[in-house]
């Protein structure tokens, strides 16, 4: 039982470890100014775009 509670663990240290990178690209990403795009997200995005007005993006 010990085995699968250590290796739940480390399962969970990596997926922590996954999210903080893939965080902090994300940042760097904004930061310079290119397009920050989650696929899974897309269906969410229209909803929400049809409710609601986007911001335009200024320049």
Known sequence: M???SS????????F???????????IFRVYKG???HIEALDEVTDFL???LRPRCKSN
């Not at 290796?7 to 990596?14: D, E, I, P, R, T």
């Not at 922590?16 to 994300?26: E, K, R, Y």
Request: proline share 4%.
């Open 2 to 4: 010990s085995g699968i």
């Open 7 to 14: 290796s739940l663990a480390f399962g969970g240290k990596m």
């Open 16 to 26: 922590s470890l996954a999210i903080t990178i893939f965080f902090i690209v994300s």
């Open 34 to 36: 290119k397009p920050h």
């Open 49 to 51: 775009n049809e409710k």
